[in-house]
DNA sequence: CTATATAGTTCAAGCTATAAACTAAGTCGC
DNA sequence: GCGACTTAGTTTATAGCTTGAACTATATAG
């Protein structure tokens, strides 16, 4: 978890007052229990070390925390210390959130507990494209209820949830703007359908920003600044800037599949030219290969594919290097605009990265020299739960921020 | 005046107690007072209706404004209105700001009143290309001592400054970083000399930032987002999302003037290829035109474009045409990367735009449909003064965030 | 068993916002 | 010209929060 505790108050443009020092503060200790490493635990007094508050504050938010069931007390061994000992503090271990995926060709459901691991997982084979859109909750539903189930088994009790869809979102209201590989548009979800009950509800997410925010909570710490790049049938972006996921002032920032790689290219669905995605989304790649996209299950493509470039097929390995030459084109310009000096490569850019590395690295020392070093250039580590784990990932996050919302 | 008020607290870590709400609604009420339309002076009962804190928080938060001598009371005539009359507040008069200016060819400096408009304006030619910048600091540091005299005489003090120069900077540490036509590269500026003893300080920011932000204050007021791009020598950008600057993890993002905009283009000054700056930069322009780059004075060799432009030259028509078609791409990636809908142009953009504005948006309309639509572009309206002005808006902005940096 | 050290709690004090009562300063109606 | 009314701004009592100091709790060292 990387939970940056924010020293929040209300909303801007309304008064202050003193509940909003409290909430501040809240956020502060819980965020703190969050920061400490697997396994230690750290004592009222040791926050009050670390915050600055004092003993006195730490304890009474304490109180809170616990009485709120975010967090226990737990014993502490120590060996040949002086002075009272303390106590441990703990995100409960009982208190999990779901996250949930729908996608092209399944359908998903995870409950992870707020320290971030995976309780249960469960992954549906179920070609959505042709459903519609009531029936695919219908049945995401079947399936999340299962999932509580078995975690509630496991003693894990949710508190709220994340569905990531592979198109643009409208958080607030749970509308899917476009997801253009489901068919669906301006679909209104309703997501608290999904998790009856829970306290904190359902949130919706991009498939690529949640990839992102999962890469930012279970990658490397010093990981605070870069683009996430999900290749998938298309090809999404996230922006994660100061531990946060920039999303513009529509929502939809980090969209790198529509930069213009090439002003003299084909034209991209969208409308655009020489857009990445023509370039480097699965279609384009699969076609320039010389491989046929099998509707029924990209994975078998991908095989195809993978087994195409271990045999040195010429047009496969000429249609990756393509991809990765534009990609590079991509982040270079992505790099001046935003000033991220990093970036993730998720989706099938992290399954081709041994063959695109290569031109994409060459790409980038052409287009934007001294910008973006070879070490800056990584492959997604959190792999195909990565939707899943990063919408789970940002309903917690939400939570230690305001973790005034599941007191009373 | 933009003048968003934030409920800031303080620096996110640190603990919050209750003197963070008295600043964050310190902030709230100023904020209140700068958004009202020139002329008319909000009361403080007006004040508490439009912000939410009751009457008697107002008027102790708007006695300690008046203590610190940020704003002042002022009699308001009424006709036939029922009840008390209530006492006009408006930002006080005699308070000011500096806005400096280095640039390749003239140094300038400027004061404005808190409420945003010049008082005093001075601009003198002055070629710094060959200068060292402690050669260039003298001379500008006579040129405020002249024009905070001429504003004292007109009764505004001066009670901070912003410097903007053409280059990449390091805000905190008051350092240029590169700045390609004037010859500096890492250049630690003593920004403090230029306005002795004032309460606060001098602030150092990038022109086409500041030029941004200065159209942000004095342009339309639902420009809140969008991309300004600053055509000089080289071509820069800002970026303002929110209303605020966007500056990216290391501060130098909107710098669009490396985005690349032909793969198959030449190289750039900044090692690059095929960066907008080759394309729709001045020089590039120019020599595309045939016009001689005359190294004495740029706006000479702008006249004979003009000149040229109207003359029907087809060498500076395609030219111009060329540069903005590559604006265009640039633009569209843009707005994909950051989601934003609006673009300003300035410097020789802004006066090229009646050539610049067809090719431009054919190009959006080829690599972003649907995205930018004409009325999205326009061009500067704050003209030369613009980073001066920027520069010194930042500065008043800065102070009505966190007022109490004015006090005791 | 006493001295010491550290953890956590209790309690008075200070600051801030709130709500209600109160004072101030106008207009309206007769 | 005087009282009723209306709106602006101030005063006062109250509650919430953090702070700092005093205090209690619980361990180790000798």
Known sequence: MSGT???AVSEVGTPGNMGDVRRSNLALVLGKVVQSAAGVHLTRAQIAAGTGLTKASVSSIVLDLLDAGIIRE??????GERGRPGVGLELNPSRGVMGME???????AGVTRLSGDLVVHEIQERDNRDS????VMSALAELTAGVRGAAAAKDVEVLGGGLAVPGLVEAGSSMVTVAPNLGWVNTKLDVNRLLP???????LFNEANAAALAELAH?????????????????????????????????NAGEVG?????????????????????????DAIFAAAGIEAKARSRSESMSDLLAALAAGSPSALLAVQRAGASLGVAVASTSRVVNVRAVVLGGHFAVLDQWLRGPLLESLAKYAPGLLSPEDVSASTVGEAGALLGAAGS????????????QA
Chains 1, 2 share one sequence.
């Open 219 to 251: 990658g490397p710490q010093e990981l605070r600044d870069f683009l996430f790049v999900s290749g998938e049938v298309g090809v999404g972006g996230g922006l994660v800037i100061g531990s946060e996921l920039f999303t513009g002032p529509e929502g």
């Open 395 to 406: 309903v917690v996050r939400a939570l230690v921020e305001a973790p005034y919302r599941l």
């Open 197 to 203: 009950g829970v306290p904190l509800g359902v949130s």
């Open 102 to 108: 729908i996608n092209v060709d399944y359908i998903s």
């Open 74 to 79: 737990v014993g502490l061994s120590r060996q």
């Open 258 to 282: 529509h930069i213009v790689v090439d002003p003299a290219g084909t034209p991209c669905s969208c409308g655009g030219t020489g857009c990445l995605e023509t370039i480097a989304g699965q």
């Open 5 to 7: 505790a924010a020293a």
């Open 132 to 135: 519609s859109d009531a029936a």
